[in-house]
Structure formats: structure tokens, C-alpha cells
């Protein structure tokens, strides 16, 4: 399992394995006590004699091959309606999935890299609007932050960042979208606004004058070279 997720209510609980599939549990159904699922039975050394948490014992839904095997699933999303829900591969893929008839995605795009195994992707508040990190490509190019149409994934706009865009999530009380990009030597965090639409958070510093420089802005270094000193008792 590389990824998973949960709906609003908590009553879907969505994951994405390594093999490219995609599985879902609704936990409205009959529940025990167990320290494995039971499609994979747990070893003796690490079994648990009075395990103490629940399980749904199947799957309601599954579809193989969502992804390409053997491919990492870095990210699953359930809107807030509950019906539809994404899933971004390592394979270069985003796709869109209707819960409701879960057996082939209503929309797919390819050919958007992934430069991490975690690459992120998410929701707009209103659920029209799809954000999804794309990792520089093998020429060079920096990534970007795709968003795309939350009914058939087509291109809305794209915001360039420096290396890979990994990190996503739109905060719907202050309506700001935080992205977090890099490589693997060094990383950055960015907050994109609107200034009419968005509320606190960065709002908070943006036009706010320089503090004054200080004397404790300045560090002064002192050598002190090396000494020995001699105590004389009495």
C-alpha cells in the first residue's frame, strides 16, 4: 500500500497499492476484532493476542490495473461530495473516478511526471477544480502546479515552480493553496492568495513595511585565539 485517504464523513476508506490497484471499504458494514484483514494472514512473531482496533474484513469495491504495476499510487482524494474521487501514479497519470460506477476512471491524463513518490493531488474547496503537483521533466524544465476541470481534467492553468512540485492543499477557511517544491538537495514552500478572495494567513504580512534594523541584526565575530593560563595557588 502506498497511499491512502478517507471521504469527509469518514465512511470511505480508499488505498492504492503497489500492483496498481485501487481498493475501498465502506465502513458501514460488519466490523471484528483481528490483527489482519484477512487477506493476508499475519505472521506468528507479529501477531497480537488481544488486538484492539477494527477492520472491515472485505473490500466493497476494487479495480485492478488502475495504475501501471509496480508503479507507485503516490496520492488518493475523495471529494466532499463523496462521489468522486482521484488518484495520481507514478506512472505519469492523474485520473478521475466516479464512486459510484467505480470501474474505469471519466477522465485520465498522462504524460505528467511525478519527481517524488508522494506527489501530491487535491480538491478545490467547490470541488470544481483539481490541483495536482508535475515534477520537472527530463530536459531540464522545471515542474508546475497543474489545475485542471474537476469534470473532465482539462487544463485550467498552470503556475511554474522551481524543480519538482510535490506538496498540495487548498485551505478552504482562509482560501489559500500551499505548494511545497525542490529536489532532493533543497526544497521550498510557497502560499499562492487572492487578495480579494483570500483571507489571513499570508495576507497578514503582505504589505506590511520592513522592520527597522536593529544593532542585534548585526553579528560581530571575534577570534580568540588559543592561550594558557597558569594558576598560581597560595
Not at 503497489?18 to 507479529?46: C, E, H, L, N
Not at 470541488?127 to 482539462?154: F, R
Not at 521550498?188 to 489571513?200: E, F, N, V
Request: net charge positive; hydrophobic share 35%.
Amino acid at each position: 500500500m502506498t497511499s491512502c485517504t478517507y471521504n469527509s464523513d469518514g465512511r470511505l476508506i480508499a488505498a492504492g497499492l503497489r500492483d496498481g490497484t485501487i481498493q475501498i471499504w465502506d465502513v458501514r458494514g460488519k466490523f471484528g476484532q483481528a490483527a489482519s484483514t484477512g487477506v493476508v494472514p499475519v505472521p506468528k512473531q507479529q501477531a497480537m493476542p488481544s488486538p484492539n482496533w477494527n477492520y472491515a474484513s472485505k473490500s466493497n469495491q476494487i479495480v485492478r490495473d488502475a495504475h501501471e504495476v509496480e508503479s507507485e499510487i503516490t496520492c488518493l482524494s475523495i471529494g466532499l461530495n463523496s462521489t468522486s474521487m482521484l488518484s495520481r501514479g507514478a506512472d505519469g497519470t492523474l485520473k478521475l473516478w466516479d464512486l459510484r460506477k467505480f470501474k474505469a476512471p471519466i477522465a485520465a491524463l498522462e504524460g505528467i511526471p511525478t519527481g517524488f513518490d508522494n506527489t501530491q493531488c487535491c480538491f478545490s474547496p467547490a470541488n470544481d477544480l483539481v490541483l495536482t503537483g508535475v515534477g520537472a521533466s527530463k530536459e531540464g524544465s522545471d515542474g508546475y502546479l497543474g489545475i485542471y476541470d474537476a469534470n473532465d481534467l482539462a487544463l485550467v492553468k498552470r503556475l511554474g515552480a522551481p524543480g519538482n512540485v510535490v506538496a498540495v492543499t487548498w485551505n478552504p477557511k482562509i482560501n489559500q493553496i500551499a505548494i511545497g517544491c525542490g529536489n532532493r538537495k533543497e526544497g521550498t514552500a510557497r502560499i499562492l492568495y487572492d487578495p480579494s478572495l483570500s483571507q489571513g494567513g499570508a495576507l497578514r504580512a503582505i504589505g506590511r513595511k520592513p522592520r527597522k534594523e536593529t544593532m542585534s541584526d548585526y553579528t560581530v565575530r571575534y577570534l580568540i585565539k588559543s592561550c594558557t593560563i597558569t594558576f598560581h595557588f597560595l
